[in-house]
Each structure stands twice: as C-alpha cells, then as structure tokens.
C-alpha cells in the first residue's frame, strides 16, 4: 500500500517561509516525478512546482524566485521550500507522485493536502 503523507503546513505571517515535506512510503518499483500543487476555497486546483527523477524543476509563474522545490531520492521525499509567502499563498497543498507500486502500473498518487495559512 503506497502512502504519500506531507507535512510542514501551518499559519504564517506573509513574508514568512514554510518547508513542506512530502515522504512515499509502501511498495514502490519506480518513482518518476514528484511536485506540488495547490487549491484554495472556490479555485481549481493547480501546479505550483514539479521535479523528475534527473532534477529538472517546473514553477507556476507565481511562485518563481519565491519557492523552492527538491528531492532526496533514496528517502523517497520531495521537499518545497516557501519564502517571501503571500496572503494568495493561502491554499491546502499536495503533494503528488507518478510511480509504480510492485504489481501495478504507473499512475499518479496524492497526499491528504496540508494547509498552510498566510495571514497578519
């Protein structure tokens, strides 16, 4: 059974920073790549940062030069590292990840979503 669970959410103020972690536990073959992606009340849910198994990043344009993301492959964990946070920040954040679990074939798995809360 693969779990991917994050961790790191909470209140901040705006101009604060969070870490995010995201960690896939279970039965894991092949783990491609892993990203963030977000959704605030009455919004769809969308893309804030990617990374592939070779470190290639992908940021939605309003998180560049502001967030962060990498991975520690063996821990099978990506990380997102938010600075210079803003009240449009605001949103529940999951963690995603295309892999393979042993006996099944590739396909995308989420988190439960963290919130993370940027107000004064």
């Known amino acids: 059974q693969v779990q991917l669970v994050e961790s790191g959410g909470g209140l901040v103020q705006p101009g604060g920073s969070l870490r995010l972690s995201c960690a896939a ?24 940062a990617t990374i592939t198994s070779g470190g290639s990043t992908n940021y939605a344009d309003s998180v560049k030069g502001r967030f962060t993301i990498s991975r520690d ?3 099978n964990t990506v990380y997102l590292r938010m600075t210079s946070l803003k009240p ?10 295309d892999l393979e679990a042993w006996g099944t074939s590739l396909r995308d798995y989420w988190g ?8 004064s």
């Open 88 to 97: 449009e920040d605001t949103a529940v954040y999951y963690c995603n990840a």
């Open 112 to 119: 439960q979503g963290t919130q993370v809360t940027v107000s």
């Open 25 to 48: 536990s279970g039965s894991i073959s092949r783990l491609n790549a892993m990203g963030w992606y977000r959704q605030a009340p009455g919004k769809e849910r969308e893309l804030v």
């Open 73 to 75: 492959t063996p821990k």
